[in-house]
């Protein structure tokens, strides 16, 4: 938003209309690395639950046996029993201690509001307006990532609430409907990614795979021309082909080769959607359906139950 057509009036502390009708909000940066950062946001704090020391191979065998399930192998079941600690190594953490980290987690609620309650003040003054900070996190963070999440949550909401009468919580729909007009801009193309753009997903890791993937965005779009009115047999597999190619389009098997972490998974993964999709193209076009495969393929991709190949006519 900040490099869009025209430039933003309020930054990014007002949403924008873009010229299709879309409302668009922007990412506060300041309260996303108060809490998402890894050096600097609240879930490394050393009282907070460690997670990668698990119980399924901390503890003692008999003592963790009868949760390992029916096989017996050791495995992650949740059960945590130390804490971040600091940079010290994974067999040096000290014992967890639940209510001090519950403490903690209040003291990061108060913090976080008292932060968006004197930002909203200056924004306020330099604006002429009311500020909307936005503040968007991975759900996958509360509870999962940082086992302390939904406490700070919770005392966070309460205290907004009940504490303060400067900043008030709310939604993006909430907020439109009582604030119908806004500024329009054509936004800058931009992503999530490292520097905003789209290096993460095209660099000399993974553009190997752009190729396959236009190619066989092509052939799909052959597909659903080709068979309107397909039979049970066609129509099963031109659905598979469908899910097929969404699950080589994953933008995860690209992400993963440019981090480097299981570079081999990510790109098994890829070739093989692809040679699923072509295999499934070959047998559609040349009138040679393989019913026992397709029915292996629907097995193994399950995914998008409902998907519906015509929409690539």
């Not at 009036?9 to 409302?23: I, K, L, N, Q, S």
């Not at 399930?69 to 949740?78: E, F, L, S």
């Not at 193209?281 to 359906?289: A, I, K, P, T």
Request: proline share 6%.
């Amino acid at each position: 938003m900040a490099f869009g057509t025209p430039r933003p009036r309020y930054g990014p502390f007002r949403p924008v209309f873009t010229p299709h009708g879309v409302a668009a909000f922007a990412r506060d940066v300041e309260s996303s690395r108060q809490v998402w950062s890894r050096d600097e946001g609240y879930p490394g704090d050393p009282n907070y639950r460690e997670f990668y020391r698990d119980m399924g191979y901390d503890g003692e065998y008999e003592y963790v046996r009868p949760y390992l399930h029916g096989d017996g192998v050791r495995r992650n079941i949740g059960v945590k029993y130390h804490r971040i600690t600091g940079s010290v190594e994974l067999g040096a953490k000290d014992v967890y201690r639940p209510s001090v980290a519950r403490e903690r987690a209040d003291s990061h609620a108060g913090n976080f509001m008292f932060n968006r309650q004197q930002q909203a003040k200056w924004l306020r003054e330099v604006l002429g307006a009311p500020p909307v900070i936005v503040s968007p996190y991975d759900a996958e963070l509360f509870g999962h990532w940082w086992f302390e999440g939904p406490q700070f949550l919770d005392l966070m909401m309460r205290k907004t609430a009940c504490d303060q009468t400067d900043i008030v919580l709310s939604t993006p729909g909430r907020f439109l409907d009582q604030n119908p007009r806004h500024q329009q801009l054509q936004p800058c193309a931009s992503s999530w990614g490292d520097k905003g753009y789209y290096e993460v997903w095209l660099n000399a890791s993974n553009d190997w795979i752009y190729r396959h993937l236009h190619a066989s965005e092509v052939r799909m779009q052959e597909l659903a021309r080709r068979f309107p009115y397909p039979n049970g047999l066609q129509e099963r597999a031109l659905k598979q082909a469908a899910r097929e190619l969404l699950l080589a389009q994953a933008s995860d098997w690209a992400f993963i080769m440019t981090t480097g972490t299981m570079v081999a998974y990510a790109e098994k993964r890829t070739r093989d959607h692809l040679h699923r999709f072509n295999g499934l193209y070959l047998q559609l076009v040349e009138n040679r359906l393989e019913e026992p495969w397709i029915g292996e393929l629907e097995w193994k991709d399950n995914i998008f139950g409902e998907v519906d190949y015509r929409v690539y006519a």
